[in-house]
């Protein structure tokens, strides 16, 4: 098999971090790479996420755990947000040894593409909807650190 692991672009002044992804307007063979690149090197860094500018490209597209399986989400968008929140500390695999303390929604709506280009919506809780909100706030150039 052919695996390909890039380094995870570091850094919470990273101009490659602080873009705000373009949407893809079809899921095509070079999506599905990127997806394949992503998912390579998510479990090379041991991450419950990663979002495509972490390996240097601008499309919006991440990987989450969403019920213990790796999901590629293309164009992601986070239709509702629960007003009760939650706090606990991430971490980034963009921003090592950083821990802070993130307050998120305990529930969302998301909608996205998957992989065959079907659009898709779901409801996710806690840990799962944690994920997906670092990620998508990745899609638009946000970090952690911006919640200091
Ligand atoms: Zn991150």
């Known amino acids: 098999m052919n695996v390909s692991v890039f380094p995870i672009?570091?850094?919470?002044?990273?101009?490659?971090?602080?873009?705000?992804?373009?949407?893809?307007?079809?899921?095509?063979?070079?999506?599905?790479k990127l997806i394949e690149d992503m998912k390579d090197s998510m479990a090379e860094a041991k991450g419950v996420g990663l979002a495509a500018p972490q390996i240097g490209s601008n499309l919006r597209v991440c990987l989450a755990y969403i019920n213990e399986k790796i999901v590629p989400l293309i164009n992601p968008v986070i239709v509702h947000k629960s007003k009760e929140t939650v706090i606990d500390e991430e971490g980034c695999l963009s921003l090592p040894k950083i821990w802070i303390k993130v307050p998120r929604a305990v529930e969302i709506t998301l909608r996205y593409t998957d992989e065959k280009g079907k659009p898709q919506e779901r409801k996710l809780q806690n840990f799962d909807a944690r994920v997906v909100q670092h990620e998508v706030d990745h899609l638009e150039g946000v970090l952690i650190v911006d919640y200091k």
Do not use: C, E, M, S
């Open 9 to 32: 672009v570091t850094g919470a002044d990273n101009p490659i971090l602080r873009q705000k992804t373009r949407t893809i307007p079809a899921v095509t063979k070079k999506t599905l």
